[in-house]
């Protein structure tokens, strides 16, 4: 069973930084592109980035170009996200998902607050 | 990259069917067959209903379908059901630029 555990969410001040985490199971993980997609409260989804299968190559909506950034460990099956520089816009519950075409299965989603 | 339209909300009785529309333009969903669709219920991961604007995952009821005409592409629920209440997102991969974009979302209430 394909799972995606994520964590690493939590309360923020404006400017600070915070690295999310999405551990996977349950498929060959340095086989899939993976990505992150966010919904803000209220609001629709938003994709956010996405890492290619290799990692050499990435990919950032422009909202967070340069302030975040994706990366993995296929050798711990995880993905992750380093987000720096927040802003109260990036207040959302982030998802990491498999695949980037379309996004056939989806982490448990983790809430990003950046607030002071 | 701009969000696709889709209606905010839409409306339906049990065992009616409804079309959701997602549109774009010439150059996004016009150029490329990389619709995807999906159902989203409040306080849940995101689930996969159609890929590739046609495809449907194993295990997905085939009373959802997807379709493409011009520069809009469809999702259309058959015999709708109380659990399909639910938010559904359209979206486009584009391939020229490795992106993807999310239409706005359509809150869809079963009467």
């Known amino acids: 069973e394909v799972q995606l555990l994520q964590s690493g969410g939590g309360l923020v001040q404006p400017g600070g930084s915070l690295r999310l985490s999405c551990a996977a199971s349950g498929f060959t993980f340095s086989l899939y592109a993976m990505t992150w997609v966010r919904q803000a409260p209220g609001k629709g989804l938003e994709w956010v980035s996405v890492?290619?299968?290799?990692?050499?190559?990435?990919y950032y909506a422009d909202s967070v170009k340069g302030r975040f950034t994706i990366s993995r460990d296929n050798s711990k099956n995880t993905l992750f996200l380093q987000m720096d520089s927040l802003r109260a816009e990036d207040t959302a519950v982030y998802y990491c998902a498999r695949d980037h075409r379309y996004s056939s299965f989806w982490g448990q989603g983790t809430l990003v607050t950046v607030s002071s | 990259q701009s969000a696709l339209t889709q209606p905010a909300s839409m409306s339906g009785s049990p065992g009616q069917s409804i079309s959701i529309s997602c549109t774009g333009t010439?150059?996004?969903?016009?150029?490329?067959?990389?619709v995807s669709w999906y159902q989203h219920h409040p306080g849940k991961a995101p689930k996969l209903l159609i890929y590739?604007?046609?495809n449907r995952p194993p295990g997905v009821s085939d009373r959802f379908s997807g379709s493409k005409s011009g520069n809009t592409a469809s999702l259309t629920i058959s015999g709708l059901q109380a659990e399909d209440e639910a938010d559904y997102y359209c979206s486009l991969y584009t391939s020229s630029t490795y992106t993807r974009v999310f239409g706005g979302g359509t809150k869809l209430t079963v009467l």
């Open positions: 010439s150059t996004d969903v016009g150029d490329y067959n990389y």
């Open positions: 590739d604007v046609t």
């Open positions: 890492m290619t299968v290799s990692g050499s190559r990435t």
